[in-house]
C-alpha cells in the first residue's frame, strides 16, 4: 500500500521529464528551421561585424532573439518599413517564421534604441523624427564622423587605410554604373571602414547609434538624381587626406560630406511632411 505512492510519484516525474525532452526537441527543431530559414540574416550580421570589428574579448550574440532583432532593423533601413509604418508582430512572426515572442523582445530592443517607437494602444512603428531631430541627429552625426575621420588619418593601419581605398574604388564603379541600392551598401562600407579605422569602438558605438536612426533618410538620399556623382568627388577628398595622413583635411572633409547630406534629408523630410 505504501509502496504505491512512490510508484506513481516516480511514474508522474518520468513523464514530466519525458514532456520536458519532447517539447525542448521540438523546440529545437523549430529554431533550427528559423536558423536556416534566416541564414542569409546571420551571415549579414557576420559581414557587418567584420566591417566594424568590435572588441575581441566581447562576446557575439547569434541568439534567434539577435538575428530576428537584425532582420527587422535590417527592413527599415533597406526602405521595407518606411518611417511612421506599424509594424504589427503577428505579421512579422509569419514573415520571419517564428513566434510573437522574439518579435515583441526585438521590437522592445529597437525602441530602447529609438529606431522604433512603441504606442500603448496603436503597437509598433517605425520611429519617424520631425524636422528638429533630424537637424539635431546630422549635426551629432557630422561630429561624430568628421572625429572618426580625424582619428583614422592617424591611427590607422596600413592595411586599414588599404581597406578604406578599396572601398572607395567600389563606390567610384558603383556610381558610374551600379545602382542606387548597391551603391547606399557599398557606401556604408566606406563609411564603416573609416568608422573602423578610428580605432575608437565607444566612438563606434556612438556613430552607429545615430546612422541607424538616419539610415532610412541617408538611403533615400542615395535615390536623389545626382546624388551618387556628388558623393563620389566628396569621397575622393576624404580619401585623399586619409591617404596622406591629414587629420584637419580628413575631419573638415568629413563633415562637409555629411552636413550637404543633411541638406538632402531635410528636403526629403519636407517632402514627406515630417
Given at each position: 500500500m505504501f509502496g504505491a505512492r512512490p510508484t506513481l510519484l516516480y511514474n508522474q516525474l518520468t513523464n514530466l521529464i519525458i514532456d520536458s525532452i519532447q517539447e525542448r526537441q521540438d523546440q529545437l527543431r523549430l529554431d533550427m528551421q528559423i536558423y536556416a530559414k534566416l541564414g542569409k540574416t546571420a551571415e549579414k550580421m557576420s559581414n557587418r561585424e567584420s566591417e566594424v570589428a568590435q572588441d575581441p574579448v566581447k562576446p557575439k550574440g547569434r541568439t534567434l532573439g539577435a538575428i530576428v532583432e537584425f532582420q527587422i532593423e535590417q527592413d527599415i533601413i533597406d526602405g521595407v518599413y518606411r518611417p511612421g509604418d506599424r509594424l504589427d508582430e503577428k505579421e512579422l512572426a509569419e514573415r520571419l517564421s517564428t513566434s510573437r515572442t522574439p518579435i515583441r523582445e526585438a521590437l522592445r530592443k529597437l525602441a530602447a534604441s529609438d529606431l522604433v517607437t512603441i504606442h500603448p494602444r496603436s503597437g509598433a512603428r517605425v520611429s519617424r523624427p520631425n524636422m528638429a531631430e533630424i537637424i539635431e541627429l546630422f549635426e551629432v552625426i557630422s561630429a561624430l564622423e568628421g572625429f572618426a575621420a580625424k582619428l583614422a588619418a592617424?591611427?590607422?593601419?596600413?592595411?586599414?587605410?588599404?581597406?578604406?581605398?578599396?572601398?572607395?574604388?567600389?563606390?567610384?564603379?558603383?556610381?558610374?554604373?551600379?545602382?542606387?541600392?548597391?551603391?547606399?551598401d557599398a557606401n556604408g562600407v566606406f563609411h564603416r571602414s573609416i568608422w573602423k579605422a578610428a580605432n575608437n569602438y565607444a566612438l563606434i558605438d556612438q556613430i552607429t547609434a545615430v546612422d541607424k536612426r538616419l539610415a532610412p533618410y541617408r538611403r533615400q538620399i542615395t535615390f536623389h538624381p545626382g546624388r551618387k556623382q556628388n558623393s563620389r568627388s566628396e569621397h575622393a577628398?576624404?580619401?585623399?587626406?586619409?591617404?596622406?595622413?591629414?587629420?584637419?583635411?580628413?575631419?573638415?572633409?568629413?563633415?562637409?560630406?555629411?552636413?550637404?547630406?543633411?541638406?538632402?534629408?531635410?528636403?526629403?523630410?519636407?517632402?514627406?511632411?515630417?
Amino acid at each position: 500500500m505504501f509502496g504505491a505512492r512512490p510508484t506513481l510519484l516516480y511514474n508522474q516525474l518520468t513523464n514530466l521529464i519525458i514532456d520536458s525532452i519532447q517539447e525542448r526537441q521540438d523546440q529545437l527543431r523549430l529554431d533550427m528551421q528559423i536558423y536556416a530559414k534566416l541564414g542569409k540574416t546571420a551571415e549579414k550580421m557576420s559581414n557587418r561585424e567584420s566591417e566594424v570589428a568590435q572588441d575581441p574579448v566581447k562576446p557575439k550574440g547569434r541568439t534567434l532573439g539577435a538575428i530576428v532583432e537584425f532582420q527587422i532593423e535590417q527592413d527599415i533601413i533597406d526602405g521595407v518599413y518606411r518611417p511612421g509604418d506599424r509594424l504589427d508582430e503577428k505579421e512579422l512572426a509569419e514573415r520571419l517564421s517564428t513566434s510573437r515572442t522574439p518579435i515583441r523582445e526585438a521590437l522592445r530592443k529597437l525602441a530602447a534604441s529609438d529606431l522604433v517607437t512603441i504606442h500603448p494602444r496603436s503597437g509598433a512603428r517605425v520611429s519617424r523624427p520631425n524636422m528638429a531631430e533630424i537637424i539635431e541627429l546630422f549635426e551629432v552625426i557630422s561630429a561624430l564622423e568628421g572625429f572618426a575621420a580625424k582619428l583614422a588619418a592617424t591611427r590607422a593601419t596600413e592595411d586599414q587605410l588599404a581597406a578604406i581605398k578599396a572601398a572607395h574604388e567600389t563606390c567610384e564603379e558603383l556610381a558610374l554604373s551600379g545602382d542606387a541600392k548597391e551603391y547606399f551598401d557599398a557606401n556604408g562600407v566606406f563609411h564603416r571602414s573609416i568608422w573602423k579605422a578610428a580605432n575608437n569602438y565607444a566612438l563606434i558605438d556612438q556613430i552607429t547609434a545615430v546612422d541607424k536612426r538616419l539610415a532610412p533618410y541617408r538611403r533615400q538620399i542615395t535615390f536623389h538624381p545626382g546624388r551618387k556623382q556628388n558623393s563620389r568627388s566628396e569621397h575622393a577628398q576624404i580619401a585623399k587626406a586619409l591617404a596622406e595622413r591629414q587629420p584637419e583635411i580628413a575631419e573638415k572633409a568629413m563633415l562637409d560630406h555629411v552636413m550637404i547630406l543633411s541638406d538632402d534629408a531635410l528636403q526629403l523630410a519636407r517632402d514627406l511632411r515630417l
